[in-house]
Structure formats: structure tokens, C-alpha cells
């Protein structure tokens, strides 16, 4: 069973950065696609970003493009999320997912139903 940690929320001011970090459990980590995933209150959770095992492929959701910046570090069995911009509506709590069994390192995946292992969550929340 591989465990997945997120961490890394907190409060910031409007046009702050944040960096959310994600440690997963494994031996195959550079197999698994990982994706960071957003409950705001009294909304569904929505996908943010995915990102390869490999590193090669990645997509934002179009709300984020251009100010959140997802990496991993497959040596540490840890993935990122730079968030930058924030904006008030990125208010929500942060779930980073790993699929584990990927057609292939360069794989992406875009549906929450799609990860087998999800972290607790981490609270962002961006006052105006």
C-alpha cells in the first residue's frame, strides 16, 4: 500500500506564493503519475495539475496555467507544487494523488477516480 503526505498550506496574501510538498511511499515512484487535486468549501473537488512518472508530460487545469508549476524529484520520492499568484478563489484544501499503476512512465491522468493513493489534504487559504 503506498502512503502519499502532503504538506506544505497555509495563509498567504493575495499575490503570495505557496509551495505544497507531496511524499509518497514506494519503490517505483518514478512510475507514478502524480497530480494535485483541490476541494474549495461546499464545491466537488476539482483536478489542479498531473504530472508523468518521467517528468515528460504535465496539464493544468486552465485556471492555474501560467501561475502554479508542478515538479518532482524521483530520487526523493517527492513531488511539488509552486503556486504563485495566489489568488482568493485558490482557496481550498489541496489533495495530492499518486496512480501507481501507469500504463507507462510518460503517462498522464486526469480524473481523481484514476488514483489509487491520496494524501489528507493540506489547507491554502489566500486572503484578499
Known amino acids: 500500500q503506498v502512503e502519499v503526505v502532503d504538506s506544505g498550506g497555509g495563509l498567504v496574501q493575495a499575490g503570495g506564493s505557496l509551495r505544497l510538498s507531496c511524499a509518497a511511499s514506494g519503490r517505483t515512484f518514478s512510475r507514478y503519475a502524480m497530480a494535485w487535486f483541490r476541494q474549495a468549501p461546499g464545491k466537488e473537488r476539482e483536478f489542479v495539475v498531473t504530472?508523468?512518472?518521467?517528468?515528460?508530460?504535465?496539464y493544468y487545469t486552465g485556471s492555474v496555467k501560467g501561475r502554479f508549476i508542478i515538479s518532482r524529484d524521483n530520487a526523493e520520492n517527492t513531488a511539488y507544487l509552486q503556486m504563485n499568484s495566489l489568488k482568493p478563489e485558490d482557496t481550498a484544501v489541496y489533495y495530492c494523488?499518486?496512480?501507481?499503476?501507469?500504463?507507462?512512465?510518460?503517462?498522464?491522468?486526469?480524473?481523481?477516480?484514476?488514483?489509487?493513493?491520496w494524501g489528507q489534504g493540506t489547507q491554502v487559504t489566500v486572503s484578499s
Open positions: 494523488a499518486a496512480k501507481t499503476a501507469t500504463y507507462s512512465s510518460s503517462s498522464i491522468y486526469l480524473k481523481s477516480i484514476d488514483y489509487d493513493a
Open positions: 504530472m508523468s512518472g518521467d517528468g515528460s508530460r504535465t
